[in-house]
Structure formats: structure tokens, C-alpha cells
């Protein structure tokens, strides 16, 4: 809400200036906001984790792409409302203007002509195939976005027979200078075949099969779909993302987004700043971001650090869940700072998975019998869902998931207290375990496997208490300090019942149900929770190549064949909450991202 | 001063310290090799991407052979390429924060020393007074109270209660904000840091302290009727400083181990909070590179010592 | 204690006449009662375990009730020390807290005794070659922080109570080792070691029946201290997030719950209770351990 009444501030004032467009000014274009516009437009803000990588082909975590969202473009990108807008493509193709073609394989893209990489280089139809080539020859988590475009396994192939290094330390440049020397090259086993440049702006997909997801997965922001300068990385194949831009030098992290790398320490800090007539719009109004590189532990002192002015914000890249409880209420309860609290509902939900396919490891919850089912349906009932959300989030950090496991707000949200999983009834939840547990023997040794840290060690405690109380049933918790064994033990079935829980990457309803428990997911041995059903696969298949509006039905179909087979138990969904300075004008976020950077500008304050 | 005995000394010393660097960065490298999972591993890695991830980092290759690159990078001063943020090379990042543990370190020495030394003297001086039963006593508390109990009701006291009671008038500026923090930031996390190894030093300085007043040429210096102040400084408390000097090694080390703890409080960004955070995130050659920091440090803090203590006191010889 | 300096040598007050060795036992013990602290500390440290016996059949409330009572609810008639985070009764998981505390110090205290005495005891006796090889373990050992062995050893192990045990074990075993070690080199040179040498005594029974009951004052002095420094290292362990499993009360881990809920003063009790709670038995256990070590040990300064 609070965040509504910012934007229509924004609006208004636009408006009174007069003489601009609102399409313009909801943009927040710089030319209609420069009266109250601070002489220095430096904003600044604490981070608390270090990204692992800001190679668009390699990034694999939500903290990369939402600080590269800024230097890198996709040819369409996600609006502050998550609508598919043009970027360095003229339009998003459709069947209406010819964008795809009647059959729905082929999509004819016509690149911007003014386009320049911040290095100075113009960007072309070669730039957009190198960068795709090689997301795909990388074989980083994300290629598979990329997975449709016909040539795709071919490419993988060639470039993935590891070359056999003989020492450790060699690996990395040698598998990666391998592929920049084929590109470079031209090779054509480093080529995806569907992939073509008829001219300089223009390029044709071709797609081994329909894809409704398609165009969403390759408008992902800082990832497989962005584009790169095949100069720049040729110079430092290796660790050019982590190299400043110099004005006039090729190398280093260049994209064609608004802003470059200025300076980058690691674990310490980061400085963009603005390019200088950058070919898009809105042109940036902040010159440069400051983002401080912090220990979540520094969070209290970060606080006081925004009250006083040094810090614009906190929150962003990907920080949104890391101000406290005890926090969040002491800026609640400050009269100057109450209204620059901003909250709201992230892209994230949390479940907990039965182990429901792996009989020679899960408990008593493997399998489709009626007693499974049974006991699957009494633990979940078990948990009162708003409690949880009460108690562990004290009804600011989550809201309690009853809509389905697909977030609120997002594209096949089934509609609030739609999903019968998420209903709390102690009573019922006891007569279906004496029916079908009366000796106690079958829940006498269940474990909940859980990542520790965050909100998971309360969650786990909550449910711990609430199955002693509601069903008499001890649950033994099993926590991990390492979140990858947890998530290999996942995978590999070694559980009975484990925290789950999804982000989403692209708004679009294929990145949940294909990634957990669809084809993909199990080709990549990714499924959570063994679950395993031919009629679900099907639909999934037939849902995934058609357009989102036809689509739409089968995914709640979907939805609907997970909570027949009580395959899970719905949590709760994540909020974010984030402390802005009202002079901080058009900075937030939307449920996957914060808005992008030449949006905002700083107001004279 | 320097005789063939001391070079022979500290030619063994240095060939220990070598060894115990080699022992422990094997001893941890199998360790955090065999550690389950790794640094690559999230919903969304796993399958093809992790092994791609896991073959250009070598480890899809035997621990002998990762480790012989290791050694053959640690001659040269590289401690190898960080898993978590990718590539980047180790060997400045922890020298980096190494500094800023050194920072930190150096300013709770000072404070223990200072300390432990002045309130050592004091209780001497007045023996069995009160003064003595409350600095032995806050001795004891220093050493049995945690250090992260000290640093929470020092964020408590400075950070909340004398900042709400001043209205704001005082400040104190609670977790470390900047890379090497202002004087204000690094006083609280020193004093933590620092208090508990003071109460040993206090200890010590008492009983030298008393050892010495009650010796012959003191009580003759106190009969020639020099004043009692010169007397301490100048004649008891030198001597009493051989002890102390003792346990300065154990006393860095303690530091040392203190200063995990209370960067991770405090947030601050020096090695001990890379330590933990790097088993945390798997990044082994991290967790490998600070162990071999350390084990080296220490082993450097404890000869420095020794070589001091033949300066402090010349009777003793290696 | 710098690594390679010439080992204290520190003689024992124990003679070897039986009536001599009950003689100083009853003037350890009136010594003991004279030193006031350490009583009160003793006092102490029998309440504690008393609690602990006591919380392991009846506490207050289940201490792991979530929603037990309003969350971070200041403290009240009904809760005495309050609620933490997630409304679970505070004095409950104090109470519960003893537990872990007091299982940590002690199994670490015998562990250590138990190997610190042994390899102590062999490397003092037989010297040379065996010596040589558990002095230089005992100096690796001494160049590395003990608490980051032990985070390393937990981790691999795996997290539990015994696996802190023993991570904290592997950590603290060196003092013990040296002190036994000194113990046997100077003991092993007295006329009633070599009578029974002499006598043709096996070394077993030379080490464990003529030595180690003639070095055992010291060594249960310092066993004593072993418990506190278990203990610190324990709640330092879970204070980093290497402990016991939730959602098991500790103190350190407490401690650590309740580091969040100080920031901006908003409910600085979670902390408070355990860190007292640490800090008083830490105190106590030393007080006692200095009082053990004036009445029995006399000669030996800390």
C-alpha cells in the first residue's frame, strides 16, 4: 500500500510539472523530476551477501542478478510490474506482429540500431548469438533457459566433454579459454543451430519444439538470456566480470545497461557508475551506487547508519528479508521513519515435501496408498498455517501460504484459501492418524530435514511443536549447517520430511512446476520429493508449449494433482522488507526484483 | 647478546614451524575435503551444472593431487582461487582482512596489557585492601565471563541504555560499519576481546609484583628512602614483567581465538569471520588459507616471545 | 606457555607414607572450608546440579512449547524470566540449558583426564622416542586456535551433543598431557620408582600403580579446570552456530537467539538470562577450581 501512494506521489508531481506524458513519468524519466533534485545523486546501500559471480552466463543467485539487472540487458526485460517490455529488441514478438510464427517455432527479433556497450563497442545480432552460445556452452544452472532453441544438446555436448586437466588448479581456465577460443573461432560445433543473424539487427530463433515459457525464461535479468561483449571477456575469460570498466579501455564487466563497474573490492564494496549518454531510456539520473559489502551482523548498525543519512536504503540486492524482527519494529516505532518502512509480498514460497518416491529411504508417507495419503493429510492439517506466520514471523516477515504453492501476486496463484493443504483442523488431523496409525508405530521415528539459519530454525521448532500438540506424534528435528548437503539429500531422496521452497526466476508458471517435480527437474535428478505421476508429466508437457492464457487452466491443473496427492505441506510466503528514505524517489521493488536503477533519483532533502 | 645457541634455537623453531604449517594445512585440507557437500550445490545447481563447476575447480580430482597444487601454490604465496566468489584469488583477501584482524588484535593487546598490568601493579601495591579484592575479583570475572557476553552488554549499555538515557547526546556506533571501523567502532570489540586475557595478566603481575616487593634489594631501595612510586616502576615492576612476558604467547593466542567470536558479533570483516563464514559457504581453500595464517602467526607470536624473553631477562639462554 | 621452554618442573607435595598422604588430605579439605568463596562457589554448583536434576523431570512449562505465551513477553507472575522469540518459556529452557552445560564440562573433563593422563603419563615415563613423537603433537596442537579445530572437527562430525564432546575434547587435551607428562619425569626419578623397577615391576603397573597415584592431586586440579574451559568452548561453538540441534535449550545457543532481539533494545532478557546463567557457573567452577588447587595443590602456581 505505502509503496502505491509513493508512485502516485510520483505521478502527481509529474503531472503539475506538466508538459509530459504520465506514460513517461511513471517511468520516472529524469526530465520531469529535475526541479527537487539533490545536487549530489549518489545513492548508497549495504548488502550483506557477496555475489558469487556477475557473469550473466554463470550467476546462479538472486544477490547476482539483482545488482547486474543494471549493467547488463536482455532483449525484453521484466517492467516494475512484470510485464515483458521491449529492451534492446523494437517490440516483444507475437503471433500478431509476426514476431512468431504461425507454428509458434520460429521468432524473428529486430534488434535497436543505436545500441552501445559501456565500453563504447556497438552491440549487434553477432553479440546477442556469441552471448547465447556461450550461456549455453558454459552449462551454468541457468542454460537451460535457453534449453528450447534448436541445437541446444548438440552445443552442450560439444562443449561439455570435460577436457581431462592434470592440475586442479588449470581447470577453470582451461574449460572456459576452450570455449572462448571456439567462439572466437567460429566453430561451428559452438554454434546453436536454431540460432541465426539474417543482418546486423536482426536475429532468428528457431525452437526445437513450441515454448509458452520461453520468451519470459530468456528475459531473466543478469542471466543467460543478457548480452555480453565477446572483446571485454576475451581479454580476462575468467575473472573479467569482476574487473572495473576504464572509459576508453575494452575490458572489463561491460554491458549495455545503464550503468558499468566502477570498482569492486571483494567482500567490501562495489561502485557503479552512470554511462554517460547511455542509448536507452529512462537516462539514468543517479551518477553513481555505492553498495557496501556488510556482515548480516553489521545489520543493526546499518540501521542506525540509514537514520543518519549514510546509508539512502536497505534492502536491495537481494537483502530484502535481512532487517530483523526487532529491527523492523524499532523503525516502525519511530514517527520520522514509520512511513519509509516498505513491505512487500516476495516472489518466494516455503513448504515442507513428503518424501512421497523413495521407499528405501522415506518413512511412512512413501508411496499413493490411502494410508500414505492418510498420514501425509494428518500432519498437514496438523499445523495451523496462520499460527506459524503469528509466531515465527510475528505477521511481518510471511504471510501464511493458503493460495497454492505459486506466490501471491504471480501468474497461476490460485486465489487466497484456495489450497485445501494449507487448512488447520487439530481434530480431523487426529482421527486420520488414529485411523491410520492406531499403534503409533508407523510416526514413531520421523525426522524433519531442514537447512539451518534465517527463519528455518523457527519453522522447524513451530512444526516440532505443533505435531507434539495437535498430534501427539515426537518429530526429531535434523538440522544441517550446510545447505548443500540438505539440498543433495533432498534431491537423492534421503529424507522423510524436509523444508522446501522455491523463488521464481521469470513469472511464469513452468518455472515452478517444471523445475520441482516436472521432466526437466527429473532429467536433472532435481525432484524434491520423488514425486512421480505419468498424468502430471503429460499435462505439464502439453501446458508447457502453449500460449500462457491457454496454459493457465492446465497449471492449475497441476496444482490440483499435488494437493489430491497431499504431496506437501504449504508454508508460508516470504516478505520483503525493505527501509527507504522518502528523497529516495522511484527506488522499491516489485515481487522478483528491485527496480532498476536509472528509475531512481535522489531528491533534495 | 645473539650467541650460536640462540641461532641454533631459532633455526629449530623455524623448522617446527614449518612442519606444524604443513601438518595442519594437510590435517584441515582432508578435512574440509571430506566435509559433505560443497560450495556449489542450491535449488537450482546440481546435476550437470555442479559437475561442470566441480571439474574447472579440480575437484572432481583425487585430494593428493588437489593438495600437491596447493603446496605448490603455497610456496609461491598463493593460497589458490576462492569457490564462493569465483576465481577470486585468496591470497589478498585474507591478507586484507588479516590486516584488519591485526587491527583489532593489536588494540586488545593494548588493552589487556594495560590492563592487566596496571591492575596487577595495584593490587600488589595494596595488598589485601579493598582495591586488591575488587581487581582480583574483576580478574576472575574476566577470565570465566564469555567474551560475547561482555560485547552484548557492552552493545547494550553504550549502544542502547546510555544512548535512550542521553537522549541521543551519546552515541555509540554498535556494529563495525566500515571495512577497518573508526576508533569509536573498534573500542567496544578490543575491550571484549581484550578483558578476557587481561584477567590472567592481572593474576600474574599481582603475584611477580608481590614475589619482588618482598625481596632484599627493594626493601633496601625503600630503606635508602627512594619513594615508593619510583621504587615500583623503576625496579619491581621490570622484574615482575619476566612472568608476564611468559604468557604473551598464550595470550595471542587467545586473542586470536577470541577475535572469531567477536568479529562475528560485530560483524566485522577480518579473519575470523572469514573462517567461519568459508565453512559455512564450503569455500575450502579459504578455510585451508586461514588455518595456514594462523598456524604460522602463532607460531611466529610464540618465538617472538621467547626471543623477547631473552632480552627482558638475560639469564636465560637457548 | 611458550612451546619449546624448558617444562616447568613442578614437584609434588604428596610424600608417599600413607599417613602423611590422609594427613594432607585433611588439611586440603580444612583448608577448602576455610576459603569462603570457593564455598559459596560449591554451594552454587550443587544448586546447579540440582536444577539440572530437577529439569530433566519437572520444569514450569514444556520448554519447547512453541507459542507457549506472547512472543519476546517481558517477564511476568506467571513467566518469571519472560519469553523469548517464539513464546517459549524462558525459565523452562534456562532450567533445560543446565543440562547441556554441565554434560559438556564434565565428559570433557574425563575424556581429557582419561587421555591427557595417559599419553602424559607414557611420554614422561619412557621419554626418548615416544616422548619426542607426543611432545611434538602437543606442539602442533599448540600452534593452532582450539576453537577453530574444534568448529573443523564439529563440522565433520556432524552435529551433536557427543560429536561437541569430542571436538572440544581434541581441543583442550594438551595442558593436561604436559602437566602429567612433568608429573612423570620427576616422579619417575624418586627412590620408591626405582625400588620397584629394581624390583622387577612391569612398566604398566610402575606408570598406573606407582606414578599416577603419587601425580594425582595436580591432575584433578587441573581436571577442574577443564570443565569451565569445556564449557566456554561449548557455548562458544553454539554461539557461532555450531551446537547442539535445535531446538535443544543451551545457553550459548540462547545466548545467540537473544543477540537479534537486543538490537534496538527491544528485548534484551533472551540474552541476559542464559548469559548470566553462563557467566555465574563459569565464575563459580573457577573459584572452586582456585579454591581446590590453594588447599591441595599449594605449591603449584596458576
Not at chain 1, 328 to 349: C, F, H, V, W
Not at chain 2, 276 to 301: K, P, W
Request: aromatic letters at 10%; proline letters at 5%; hydrophobic letters at 45%.
Amino acid at each position: 500500500m505505502k509503496h502505491l501512494t509513493f508512485r502516485f506521489r510520483a505521478v502527481q508531481s509529474a503531472a503539475i510539472l506538466g508538459g509530459i506524458s504520465l506514460l513517461v513519468a511513471a517511468c520516472g524519466n529524469s526530465t520531469s523530476t529535475t526541479s527537487g533534485l539533490a545536487a549530489k545523486q549518489v545513492l548508497k546501500f549495504p548488502v550483506y551477501q557477496t555475489a558469487g559471480t556477475f557473469d550473466p552466463g554463470q550467476a546462479d543467485a538472486e544477490v547476482d542478478t539483482e545488482i547486474t539487472q543494471n549493467v547488463f540487458s536482455n532483449l525484453w526485460r521484466f517492467d516494475d510490474n512484470l510485464n515483458l517490455v521491449p529492451d534492446l529488441a523494437t517490440t516483444v514478438p507475437t503471433l500478431a506482429n509476426n514476431g512468431i510464427s504461425s507454428d509458434g517455432l520460429t521468432f524473428t527479433v529486430h534488434l535497436k540500431q543505436n545500441v552501445k556497450f559501456n565500453n563504447g563497442d556497438a552491440m549487434t545480432s553477432k553479440d546477442v548469438l556469441y552471448s547465447w552460445n556461450r550461456a549455453v556452452a558454459l552449462q551454468g544452472a541457468y542454460s537451460s533457459n535457453l534449453s528450447a532453441i534448436a541445437g541446444y544438446d548438440a552445443l552442450q555436448k560439444a562443449a561439455g566433454a570435460p577436457p581431462s586437466s592434470s592440475s586442479g588448479a588449470g581447470g577453470t581456465t582451461t574449460f572456459r579459454q576452450n570455449i572462448e577460443n571456439k567462439l572466437a573461432a567460429n566453430d561451428p560445433a559452438f554454434q546453436l543451430s536454431g540460432l541465426t543473424a539474417p543482418d546486423a539487427n536482426t536475429v532468428q530463433i528457431k525452437l526445437a519444439h513450441a515454448c509458452g515459457w520461453c520468451l519470459t525464461a530468456w528475459s531473466l535479468q543478469g542471466s543467460t538470456g543478457s548480452v555480453v561483449d565477446q572483446k571485454a571477456i576475451s581479454i580476462d575469460p575468467v575473472n573479467w566480470w569482476s574487473k572495473p570498466v576504464v572509459q576508453g579501455q575494452p575490458g572489463g564487466m561491460v554491458g549495455t545497461g545503464p550503468f558499468y563497474l566502477s570498482a569492486y573490492t571483494a567482500k567490501q564494496s562495489m561502485v557503479f557508475k552512470a554511462v554517460s549518454n547511455w542509448w536507452g531510456s529512462p537516462k539514468p539520473t543517479l551518477t553513481e551506487v555505492d553498495i557496501a559489502i556488510h556482515d548480516p551482523a553489521a545489520i543493526s548498525g546499518d540501521v542506525t547508519a540509514w537514520e543518519q543519512g549514510n546509508f539512502d536504503l536497505i534492502g536491495y540486492g537481494g537483502n530484502s528479508s535481512n532487517l530483523t524482527y526487532p529491527l523492523i519494529q524499532g523503525i516502525k516505532g519511530n514517527a520520522t521513519y514509520a512511513s519509509q518502512l516498505l513491505t512487500k509480498p516476495k516472489g518466494r514460497t516455503t513448504w515442507l515435501s513428503f518424501n512421497v518416491g523413495y521407499p528405501a529411504t522415506g518413512g511412512p508417507f512413501v508411496g499413493t496408498s490411502a494410508a500414505a495419503k492418510g498420514l501425509r493429510m494428518a500432519f498437514a492439517l496438523a499445523v495451523d498455517k496462520a499460527g506459524l506466520a503469528t509466531t515465527v514471523c510475528h505477521d511481518v516477515q510471511c504471510t501464511a501460504a493458503t493460495g497454492g504453492l505459486i506466490t501471491k501476486g504471480l501468474v497461476g496463484y490460485l486465489g487466497d484459501g484456495a489450497d485445501p493443504l494449507a487448512k488447520f483442523d487439530a481434530t480431523q488431523a487426529m482421527s486420520l492418524l488414529k485411523q491410520y496409525d492406531p499403534t503409533g508405530k508407523l510416526t514413531a521415528n520421523l525426522k524433519y530435514s531442514f537447512n539451518a539459519g534465517g527463519l528455518n530454525d523457527p519453522v522447524a521448532a513451530y512444526l516440532q511443536s505443533q505435531w507434539q500438540t495437535n498430534l501427539g506424534v515426537h518429530v526429531t528435528l535434523d538440522p544441517s549447517s550446510d545447505a548443500s548437503q540438505f539440498i543433495s539429500n533432498r534431491l537423492t531422496g534421503k529424507y522423510v520430511m524436509a523444508r522446501d521452497g522455491w523463488q521464481f526466476d521469470y513469472n511464469h508458471p513452468q518455472d515452478w512446476f517444471d523445475n520441482l517435480w516436472g521432466y526437466l527437474a527429473t532429467a536433472a535428478g532435481a525432484n524434491t520429493s520423488g514425486f512421480d505421476d505419468p498424468t502430471y508429466d503429460s499435462v505439464l508437457k502439453q501446458a508447457d508449449q502453449m500460449p500462457i492464457d491457454t496454459a493457465l487452466p492446465l497449471y492449475k491443473q497441476l496444482a490440483q494433482i499435488l494437493q489430491q496427492n497431499v504431496a506437501y505441506i504449504p508454508l508460508y510466503y516470504s516478505v520483503a522488507n525493505f527501509a527507504i528514505h522518502s528523497y529516495v524517489k522511484g527506488a522499491g521493488s516489485n515481487s522478483q526484483a528491485d527496480y532498476y536503477w536509472n528509475e531512481t533519483s535522489i531528491q533534495s532533502h | 647478546m645473539v650467541t650460536r645457541g640462540t641461532l641454533i634455537y631459532i633455526g629449530q623453531r623455524l623448522v617446527l614451524i614449518v612442519f606444524t604449517v604443513i601438518v595442519v594445512s594437510f590435517g584441515v585440507f582432508a578435512v574440509v575435503h571430506s566435509l559433505p557437500g560443497n560450495a556449489f550445490v542450491s535449488d537450482r545447481v546440481h546435476g550437470r551444472a555442479l559437475q561442470i563447476l566441480l571439474h574447472q575447480y579440480g575437484l572432481d580430482q583425487p585430494i593428493p593431487v588437489q593438495y600437491w597444487s596447493f603446496l605448490k601454490g603455497l610456496v609461491h604465496g598463493n593460497l589458490g582461487v576462492s569457490l564462493y566468489i569465483r576465481d577470486l584469488p585468496i591470497t589478498p583477501l585474507v591478507l586484507r582482512e588479516l590486516s584488519v584482524s591485526a587491527m583489532l588484535g593489536g588494540a586488545a593487546l593494548i588493552v589487556t596489557i594495560g590492563l592487566g598490568i596496571t591492575f596487577g601493579v595495584l593490587a600488589a601495591v595494596r595488598q589485601n585492601t579493598w582495591v586488591d579484592y575488587l581487581l582480583t575479583g574483576i580478574a576472575v570475572v574476566g577470565y570465566s565471563v564469555p567474551s560475547f557476553v561482555i560485547a552484548s552488554l557492552g552493545i547494550l549499555i553504550f549502544g542502547q541504555w546510555l544512548n535512550n538515557l542521553s537522549h541521543g547526546a551519546f552515541f555509540y556506533p554498535e556494529p563495525w560499519t566500515g571495512t577497518y571501523g573508526t576508533l569509536a567502532e573498534l573500542s567496544l570489540p578490543a575491550i571484549a576481546l581484550g578483558f578476557y586475557t587481561s584477567g590472567q595478566i592481572t593474576r600474574i603481575t599481582r603475584a611477580a609484583m608481590l614475589d619482588v616487593i618482598g625481596q632484599d634489594y627493594i626493601r633496601t631501595a625503600r630503606a635508602k628512602g627512594l619513594q615508593d612510586r619510583i621504587v615500583i616502576l623503576r625496579h619491581a615492576l621490570r622484574n615482575a614483567l619476566v612472568p608476564v612476558t611468559s604468557i604473551l604467547g598464550p595470550t595471542v593466542i587467545s586473542i586470536i581465538t577470541g577475535s572469531v567470536i567477536i568479529e562475528n558479533i560485530f560483524g566485522i570483516p577480518g579473519l575470523g569471520k572469514e573462517f567461519v563464514e568459508s565453512i559455512f559457504q564450503h569455500d575450502y581453500n579459504v578455510t585451508v588459507g586461514v588455518f595456514t595464517i594462523y598456524a604460522f602467526l602463532i607460531g611466529f607470536a610464540n618465538l617472538t616471545v621467547d626471543l623477547v624473553y631473552t632480552v627482558i631477562d638475560p639469564r636465560i639462554r637457548y | 606457555m611458550a612451546t619449546l621452554l624448558p617444562e616447568p618442573t613442578v614437584e609434588y607435595a604428596g610424600g608417599t607414607l600413607a599417613s602423611e598422604q590422609v594427613s594432607l588430605w585433611r588439611d586440603g579439605v580444612r583448608r577448602l572450608r576455610r576459603n569462603k568463596l570457593a564455598l559459596a562457589a560449591a554451594i552454587y554448583l550443587m544448586l546447579l546440579v540440582l536444577v539440572c536434576v530437577v529439569s530433566l523431570f519437572w520444569t514450569p512449562y514444556k520448554p519447547n512449547l512453541v507459542g507457549n505465551c506472547p512472543t519476546y513477553d517481558l517477564p511476568s507472575a506467571a513467566h518469571p524470566l519472560g519469553c523469548d522469540d517464539l513464546g517459549r518459556d524462558s525459565l523452562s529452557r534456562l532450567m533445560v540449558g543446565s543440562q547441556v552445560s554441565l554434560a559438556v564440562g564434565l565428559a570433557t573433563a574425563f575424556i581429557v583426564l582419561a587421555i591427557g593422563v595417559v599419553v602424559g603419563l607414557i611420554a614422561g615415563y619412557f621419554r626418548g622416542v615416544v616422548d619426542g613423537f607426543i611432545s611434538l603433537a602437543i606442539n602442533i596442537f599448540y600452534g593452532v586456535p582450539p576453537l577453530l579445530v574444534a568448529v573443523a572437527l564439529y563440522v565433520l562430525l556432524g552435529p551433536s551433543l557427543i560429536n561437541i564432546i569430542i571436538a572440544i575434547s581434541a581441543t583442550v587435551w594438551m595442558d593436561m598431557a604436559r602437566l602429567a607428562r612433568g608429573q612423570a619425569l620427576s616422579i619417575r626419578e624418586r627412590e620408591f620408582i626405582e625400588a620397584a623397577r629394581s624390583g622387577g615391576a612391569r612398566a604398566g603397573r610402575i606408570v598406573f600403580g606407582h606414578i599416577l597415584p603419587n601425580a594425582l592431586g595436580p591432575i584433578i586440579v587441573q581436571a577442574t579446570f577443564v570443565i569451565p574451559v569445556a564449557i566456554l568452548t561449548a557455548a562458544f561453538l553454539t554461539f557461532l552456530g555450531f551446537g547442539v540441534p535445535p531446538p535443544t535449550a543451551d545457553w550459548g545457543g540462547m545466548a545467540s537467539e537473544g543477540l537479534p532481539s537486543l538490537q534496538g533494545g527491544f528485548d534484551p532478557y533472551i540474552l541476559l538470562w542464559p548469559a548470566m546463567a553462563l557467566s555465574v557457573t563459569l565464575l563459580a567452577f573457577n573459584f572452586f577450581g582456585d579454591g581446590l588447587r590453594d588447599a591441595f595443590d599449594p605449591r603449584q602456581k596458576r
